[in-house]
Nanobody, 111 residues
Framework: QVQLVESGGGLVQAGGSLRLSCAAS????????MGWYRQAPGKPRDLVAT???????KYADSVKGRFTISRDNAKNTLYLQMNSLKPEDTAVYYC?????WGQGTQVTVSS
């Protein structure tokens, strides 16, 4: 069983930055591929970024060059640094590892 708890969401103006964190329980974090997804109202949940256990990263085209996914295995924590935020980035952001999901954190970007 893995528990994922996101934090760091909030309200920010367009062009601003936020850093999301995802704290994971258990001792298997370092071996797990992790990811961030987001879901805007009325839309499906979409992949934002992923990172493997060997630190290989992948990004959705819409966030490339603006978002950075990273992990700290010593702290069992996944991060998403979001810069140059746009109103279309507004969504609930979810942390994911295989079948496990966090509860989500709201990110709202005002124009």
């Amino acid at each position: 069983q893995v528990q994922l708890v996101e934090s760091g969401g909030g309200l920010v103006q367009a062009g601003g930055s936020l850093r999301l964190s995802c704290a994971a329980s258990g001792s298997s974090f370092r071996f797990r591929a992790m990811g961030w997804y987001r879901q805007a109202p009325g839309k499906p949940r979409d992949l934002v970024a992923t990172i493997t256990s060997t630190y290989i990263t992948k990004y959705a085209d819409s966030v490339k060059g603006r978002f950075t996914i990273s992990r700290d295995n010593a702290k069992n924590t996944l991060y998403l640094q979001m810069n140059s935020l746009k109103p279309e980035d507004t969504a609930v952001y979810y942390c994911n590892s295989q079948e496990y999901w966090g509860q989500g954190t709201q990110v709202t970007v005002s124009s």
